[in-house]
């Protein structure tokens, strides 16, 4: 497979949506290319109940003369092997030899590749089988054009290393030969296409090689401030240090008199609320080069009007947040009367959990380049969300959507960061305003000052145990400042999406069932990040289960086992006040299943040796968490070394996410979601005082390690035929109370607040 | 503004650039030489890391009037056709995951490897421990660099 970016060279990805003639399927549509071939157009939204609407496909596929298969990817890359994985599909449905395909990243462009928001872990879930289709359709053409060349039986011709073959003739033709001819036939009937089975796959359900490896190790590979255009100028802003604030005045004549600075441009920021897609206030250093932008910036001299959150410490609120959990709150879920199960209760545990605002800290800061020319803007941006950043530079800027053209690097990491575009709005204002080709340049400590956070949040659960003990009551109290605050100050409560996130689809059989939220404000940028509320909700969840399990007698896996009692559907009608989001899917085509949910539990008790007695100075812990349609169960073991010092030997994970596509790239999330987790659990944490982040780099802000990481990190991963799920995000979430109960099984100590040290 | 001549990869490049200015600027600012990468501009982090001779720097706290006689190494110059052993063990491992840490991590592990080509898992946790990684990838790279030092 051969990576290509068609920016770099400067020419646009064909436009395509021009050459398919009509017929009457939807899905799929044969176009013809220039010099000769076969273009496949696939569409993922259309359905055939609307004849009349236009096509228009969300990938391509083209196979022309000299045999090179092309895929479109019209996904972000950023570290999930996304451009692999779905390309991968296309390639080994098709029969193609995967080293004669060629990848191409598509450019944001609703109206040609639809949707292109690449978040939540849907990716793979939402293309398996539209890519599958698209592959066996082409196999098909290929074949029956084969077949007709030879005037022989299509079902007596295989598809191989992009090669038809005739067995019993011996003759072969390969796909670049074939391709004119294909594109002459009719498509074969897309509910009759005879799809591969899972075990005839080569790539599919394998360990495959990432196609842009080579580019990573040797430099080549191309993020978003690596774009160089002619006569570009570097920006580095000095951005509002409390969100909110404006500049009242200020002198820029010592910036001005470094060399190499050019301009000192000011940015109109958004004011209150911040926005999810805008720019903050700012002032910007335009400069030759990064270095001098950034001198530049230290000699500023800027007067702010601090406004309303100069007063905010992120302490005090946790405090009152705190408070609010002894109060009623809003009832979001109701399953029979908790106060009954409290009355009659022979102990009640009564907690509470907090977790910290965290930041992203993609080692990639943001950065974007735009440049301006004849009314048309043009950006080139590591962004998960090609299209809202073309919408939202648009907007910005006054200009048409159709005027804004928005190319997508490499991201150098991205969870959930870079979905949000004001570094991209930032860019393009500056090149618009200057009308000179700019780079905006974020350093870590504009990440860190001026990041979405992952919101801090508290949590008090109750659980109440009667004279059998039973766990007869759970009534759980859920406070943190909501991402919708972000755009809107009245969004007070976390919304029924973020409760969705492992809090309200708490599945264990408990007859009296209580969940509740509290306000909160926002004062800061919140955004979502890797698993969002999942993080705190498993974390309070899993370490109280583990309680519970040990108030009760029973080992922490056997009490989940049993609490999640018969297999069963789970589908909390009737209780949920809101929307059961169920990430988007219904629960008919997503069905939330305790028996796959027992089947990752018992599978990580077995592989890890649950319930063997350790070695003095080790201990085990447990937790499991379903998110984003995922079942996972962890175990992690910690040992005190011979110093005294705590360390983390080995993470098991045993998942169920359907098909594993890739498999090694399931296991490099797994792997990488165990170390990310980590970070949450022993290092990280964002705190705000007089409305502004305390933590300017790596030294405030740590992240685990190559020596605090747990040394091995096993993922066993369940096979199954069922449609594939999420892998990026659901690592996460039962790391850290996993960890949390190992901690207690080693000191005696509970675990009640992130991070905490080892 | 002074005038600079520097070995880089093997090559004499003269430069014009103020005396503070990090040889992580000088490469990607004025070099146009972007394999090596900006994470955090405080030595935090390793993304900037180029060989000195044959020790590990991190280009982004090392004012270019620092850099002196010595020869800088980086990404692009580690190997010809990128086979370098190191190379050779982080494909075969398939370490990277976004990429963006991995030249930085691959340099520092050059260096290592220039001065304890056996190193024990141990040994390579201390001297990779300046290297951060967001995407988590410490395992496969410390196989990689097992793999390539047999
Ligand atoms: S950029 Fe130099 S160590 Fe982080
Ligand atoms: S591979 Fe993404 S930061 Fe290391």
């Known amino acids: ?758 | 503004m002074a005038t600079y001549s520097l070995t880089i990869n093997g090559k004499q490049q003269q430069v014009e650039a103020t005396e503070d200015m990090p040889l992580l600027w000088v490469l990607r600012d004025l070099l146009d030489m972007k394999g090596t990468k900006f994470g955090c501009g405080q030595a935090l982090c390793g993304a900037c890391t180029v060989l000195l001779g044959d020790s590990a720097v991190r280009s982004c706290t090392l004012p270019i009037s620092a850099v002196g006689e010595d020869s800088v190494t980086t990404i692009e110059g580690l190997s010809e056709n990128g086979d370098h052993p190191l190379q050779k063990a982080w494909i075969e491992h398939i370490v990277p995951q976004c990429g963006y840490c991995q030249t930085g991590q691959i340099m520092n592990a050059a260096a290592l490897l220039n001065s304890n080509p056996k190193p024990s898992e141990e040994e390579i946790e201390q001297a990779m421990a300046g290297n951060l990684c967001r995407c988590g990838t410490y395992n496969r790279i410390k196989e990689a660099i097992l793999t390539a030092a047999k």
């Open chain 1, 1 to 758: 497979m051969i990576p290509s970016f068609p920016f770099l060279k400067r020419q646009s990805v064909e436009n395509t949506s021009k050459v398919f003639i009509p017929s009457r399927r939807d899905f799929l549509k044969i176009g013809s290319l220039a010099g000769g071939g076969l273009l496949l157009g696939v569409s993922f939204q259309c359905t055939s109940k609307d004849q009349s609407q236009t096509f228009s496909p969300n990938v391509y596929l083209s196979i022309t003369p000299d045999n090179t298969v092309t895929i479109i990817a019209h996904r972000s890359e950023m570290g999930q092997g996304i451009r692999t994985s779905l390309p991968m599909i296309v390639a080994d449905e098709m029969g193609a030899d995967w080293s004669q395909v060629k990848v191409v990243q598509a450019e944001g462009d609703e109206s040609k590749y639809g949707n292109q928001n690449t978040d939540g872990s849907f990716s793979v879930r939402m293309f398996y089988e539209p890519m599958r289709k698209a592959g066996a359709t082409a196999r098909h053409l290929l074949i029956k054009a084969a077949a007709q060349e030879w005037d022989v039986d299509a079902s007596t011709c295989t598809a191989e290393n992009s090669t038809i073959t005739h067995s019993e003739s011996g003759k072969s033709l390969t796909f670049g030969e074939l391709a004119s001819a294909a594109q002459q036939l009719e498509l074969p009937d897309q509910d009759t296409l005879e799809l591969k089975d899972f075990s005839a796959y080569k790539l599919v359900g394998k360990d495959t090689p990432i196609i842009d490896l080579k580019d990573f190790v040797t430099g080549k590979a191309v993020f978003g401030a690596d774009v160089n255009l002619p006569g570009m100028k570097v920006a580095v802003i000095q951005r509002t240090p409390v969100v909110g604030a404006t500049i009242t005045e200020y002198k820029a004549d010592a910036a001005l008199a470094i060399p190499g600075v050019q301009q000192v441009v000011k940015i109109n920021g958004s004011g209150n609320p911040p926005g999810l897609n805008k720019a903050l206030e700012g002032l910007a250093v335009i400069a030759d080069h990064t270095w001098a932008a950034i001198k530049g910036r230290e000699v500023l001299d800027i007067t702010w009007n601090l406004g309303d959150n100069a007063s905010y410490d992120s302490k005090s609120q946790l405090e009152s947040m705190k408070q609010s959990t002894l109060e009623e709150g809003m009832v979001r879920r109701e399953k029979g009367d908790f106060n009954q199960a409290r009355q009659g209760a022979a102990q009640v545990i009564d907690r509470t959990y907090e977790a910290p605002f965290y930041a992203h800290g993609t080692i990639e800061p943001p950065a974007a380049i735009a440049q301006f020319k004849d009314g048309k803007m043009e950006v080139w941006a590591p962004t998960q969300h090609p299209q809202w950043a073309r919408d939202s530079v648009a907007e910005a800027c006054g200009l048409s959507a159709d005027d804004v053209r928005v190319n997508v690097t490499l991201l150098g990491g991205g969870f959930g960061r870079k979905s949000k575009p004001d570094y991209v709005v930032e860019a393009a204002l500056l090149a618009k305003e200057t009308g000179i080709p700019i780079r905006v340049q974020w350093t870590r400590e504009d990440d860190l000052h001026h990041d979405f956070f992952h919101s801090h949040s508290l949590q008090r659960i109750r659980a109440t145990i009667d004279s059998n003990k039973n766990l007869t009551g759970w009534n759980h109290h859920t406070v943190f400042p909501a991402i919708g605050a972000t755009s809107d100050a009245n969004e007070l409560h976390p919304s029924d999406g973020e409760l969705g996130l492992g809090c309200i689809d708490f599945p264990y059989e408990v007859p009296h069932i209580r969940i509740e939220t509290h306000e909160s404000k926002a004062h800061t940028r919140i955004g979502w990040l890797r698993s969002v509320s999942n993080i705190q909700h498993a974390f309070a969840t899993c370490c109280m289960m583990d309680e519970v399990a040990e108030a009760v007698g029973k080992d922490p896996v056997q009490f989940a086992l049993d609490m999640l009692a018969d297999d069963k559907k789970l589908d909390f009608s009737g209780e949920i006040k809101g929307d059961f989001g169920n990430y988007g899917e219904s629960l008919e085509d997503f069905p939330w299943e305790t028996a796959r949910l027992k089947n990752v539990i018992n599978k990580v008790a077995q592989e890890s040796g649950w319930g063997k007695t350790l070695p003095a100075g080790s201990a085990m812990g447990f937790a499991v968490h379903k998110s984003f349609l995922t079942y996972v169960a962890c175990v992690v073991e910690l040992t005190r070394d011979s110093s005294g010092k705590i360390i983390i030997p080995v993470v098991h994970y045993a998942v169920d996410c359907g098909i594993a596509v890739n498999t090694d790239r399931v296991r490099s999330q797994f792997e990488g979601g165990a170390i990310f987790g980590t970070s949450l659990a022993n290092s990280s944490a964002i705190t705000l005082k007089e409305g502004k982040v305390e933590q300017n780099n790596f030294d405030g802000y740590q992240l685990v390690r190559m020596p605090q990481s747990p040394k091995k990190i096993n993922v066993h991963i369940i096979e199954s035929s069922r449609k594939p799920t999420g892998v990026g995000e659901p690592p996460v979430p039962p790391l850290a109370p996993a960890l949390a109960n190992a901690y207690y099984k080693l000191t005696g100590s509970r675990v009640y607040a992130l991070p905490f040290e080892l």
